[in-house]
């Protein structure tokens, strides 16, 4: 672990709270916009190629190539934050995505997209990574789950508005724009000096298996959160309607799943700072392992249905916000920053492997292969986490 002097700099461990609270609502309010940008680019670069006549092998080559970025940028993101600093690195990544869109509306060669979708990969990575270090760095111990429960919140909530107003903007370079201005208008809440940034520290080389050894447990944390986000994104709806449900409908039990991801995120936080965190996160993957098995009888329900994703959708998200505030509580400096980038790269695995996990469980069970092998998942890490007992 860092010395203490790394991140958390004598100028932020003197924060009055006033100054505290307003600099970590400068940064959560920065990641959310950036997150909006995100979730509205990413269909609609998708919808942009199948308009164009591609077929999906090439629009899910271009997608994966997002991830390849990630996996790039992530290695070496202790070192660049050490060189640039927090304050730098995450304007610098607002405004590359924001020129990276704009871009999108000027390159009429397909081929071109592939390194403009790695290049906007890094971008996120970057700013993933620093606004979750950031975050943390200003909060205190006392109130860190609440604090990281606002960010996960925050976060999800621009996922969500994202394309909800892609439906109303349409596929088109208007779009690409208004997402280029959304990334660019975000700088401004990172720029300012009232705007407290966490020290610099001592530069060192790339070590990801460093810190996967030292932090196994948010690793496995980050790969579920994935596996089970975009399985349940991609498939959930199929899966509704498989079972007699209209699309329309379907698609509101996402919304209302998103929803109860954003609203429970409140009081989880608040239990993390009143209770072991290791505990509250062992109980959450638990009974989000045995309640994802009631989804086939809860579906024959409308409300009874909505009322259990709304209630399931929080508690899993609550796993990865907890271990955020573990994460945080534990390492300092380089280190912070190290895990959360490697974290990063542990996000990319999940979001390969979950999906394709479900789609053999649904082809293998219709009824229960989806909400099967979610609930495996949660299983699998409960039993791996009550094994670790001393690590994060």
Request: proline share 6%.
């Given at each position: 672990?860092?010395?203490?002097?790394?991140?958390?700099?004598?100028?932020?461990?003197?924060?009055?709270?006033?100054?505290?609270?307003?600099?970590?609502?400068?940064?959560?309010?920065?990641?959310?916009?950036?997150?909006?940008?995100?979730?509205?680019?990413?269909?609609l670069i998708a919808m942009s190629l199948s308009d164009r006549g591609h077929s999906g092998t090439y629009i899910g080559i271009n997608a994966a190539m997002h991830a390849l970025g990630v996996l790039l940028i992530a290695p070496v993101m202790p070192a660049l934050a050490a060189r640039f600093g927090a304050r730098?690195?995450?304007?610098?990544?607002?405004?590359?995505?924001?020129?990276?869109?704009?871009?999108?509306?000027?390159?009429?060669?397909?081929?071109?997209?592939?390194?403009?979708?790695?290049?906007?990969?890094m971008a996120a990575e970057t700013l993933f990574v620093i606004s979750e270090t950031w975050t943390n760095v200003l909060s205190t111990e006392q109130a860190r789950g609440r604090t990281m429960a606002v960010y996960t919140a925050a976060l999800s909530l621009g996922m969500v508005i994202g394309p909800a107003l892609l439906s109303v903007l349409g596929v088109n370079a208007g779009a690409y724009l208004a997402g280029?201005?959304?990334?660019?208008?975000?700088?401004?809440?990172?720029?300012?000096?009232?705007?407290?940034?966490?020290?610099?520290?001592?530069?060192?080389?790339?070590?990801?298996?460093?810190?996967?050894?030292?932090?196994?447990?948010?690793?496995?944390?980050?790969?579920?959160?994935a596996g089970v986000e975009t399985a349940g994104l991609s498939f959930i709806s199929l899966y509704a309607t498989q079972l007699g449900w209209t699309e329309a409908r379907a698609m509101q039990l996402i919304s209302v799943l998103m929803f109860g991801a954003i609203v429970l995120q409140l009081p989880i936080g608040w239990l993390?700072?009143?209770?072991?965190?290791?505990?509250?996160?062992?109980?959450?993957?638990?009974?989000?392992?045995?309640?994802?098995?009631?989804?086939?009888?809860a579906l024959r329900e409308t409300w009874l249905a909505f009322s259990v994703v709304f209630v399931w959708?929080?508690?899993?998200?609550?796993?990865?916000?907890?271990?955020?505030?573990?994460?945080g509580s534990r390492f300092q400096g380089n280190d912070l920053v190290?895990?959360?980038?490697?974290?990063?790269?542990?996000?990319?695995?999940?979001?390969?492997?979950?999906?394709?996990?479900?789609?053999?469980?649904?082809?293998?069970?219709?009824?229960?292969?989806?909400?099967?092998?979610?609930?495996?998942?949660?299983?699998?890490?409960?039993?791996?986490?009550?094994?670790?007992?001393?690590?994060t």
């Open positions: 672990m860092s010395a203490p002097r790394d991140m958390a700099a004598p100028a932020v461990l003197t924060l009055g709270r006033r100054s505290r609270l307003w600099s970590t609502a400068a940064v959560i309010a920065a990641a959310t916009i950036f997150g909006l940008s995100y979730s509205l680019s990413a269909p730098s690195l995450a304007a610098a990544a607002l405004v590359v995505t924001a020129v990276i869109l704009a871009a999108f509306t000027l390159v009429r060669d397909e081929t071109w997209w592939f390194p403009l979708r790695i290049v906007l990969g280029a201005v959304i990334a660019l208008g975000a700088v401004v809440l990172v720029l300012p000096p009232w705007v407290v940034a966490p020290a610099r520290t001592e530069p060192e080389k790339a070590q990801p298996l460093r810190y996967m050894r030292l932090a196994p447990i948010a690793i496995a944390t980050t790969v579920l959160n993390a700072d009143k209770m072991d965190k290791r505990r509250l996160v062992l109980a959450l993957a638990s009974i989000s392992a045995v309640t994802a098995l009631f989804w086939p009888f959708g929080g508690l899993f998200v609550g796993i990865y916000t907890v271990m955020l505030a573990m994460v190290g895990v959360y980038a490697v974290m990063g790269l542990a996000w990319g695995v999940g979001a390969l492997v979950g999906p394709a996990l479900a789609g053999v469980a649904m082809g293998a069970n219709a009824l229960f292969g989806l909400p099967g092998v979610i609930a495996l998942g949660c299983a699998v890490f409960a039993g791996f986490l009550a094994k670790s007992r001393s690590q």
